[in-house]
């Protein structure tokens, strides 16, 4: 993996490139765009990334403090936003006809969520609420 903000290998003359680095500092699978990027760091913060590409990735991050900064920033972007969404949601909770249709989404089943042939159901968005 080159590092994602330089595009260039760690400046500690190892030659270790990151996950999935071979000897030669190449990688068959190495992040090349910035969607590989977050959603390898995605992999690696819920812990579903496999046992050696974890460790290497974390012995990348001691050799490389560009790459060690910006985990370090999207971790604390993550929190900001998880604490914003939170306060936001105390504040003003979002309706239940939403929640069923985003989890309906999400395990692709459309139960809950308007017919396109039908027409909507509920108000004029059509999610079936009245908003």
């Given amino acids: ?11 500690d003359g190892s030659g270790d490139h990151g996950p999935g680095a071979g000897g030669d500092g190449h990688s068959s699978n190495a992040v ?30 001691e050799l ?19 604490a914003a969404m939170e306060a936001q949601v105390a504040k003003d909770p979002p309706p239940e006809a939403l929640i069923r249709a985003i989890m309906a989404s999400m395990r692709g089943k459309p139960s809950g969520a308007p017919s396109r042939e039908g027409g909507s159901r509920g108000g004029e968005g059509g999610c079936g609420c009245d908003c």
């Fill in 64 to 82: 490389c403090p560009p790459c060690h900064r910006y985990l370090t920033q999207y971790q604390a972007t993550i929190r900001m936003g998880q």
């Fill in 1 to 11: 993996m080159s590092c994602c903000r330089s595009n260039k290998p760690p400046s």
């Fill in 32 to 61: 090349s765009t910035c969607k590989d990027c977050i959603e390898f760091l995605i992999d690696y913060l819920d812990g579903t990334l496999p046992p050696a590409k974890r460790v290497e990735f974390e012995l990348h991050l």
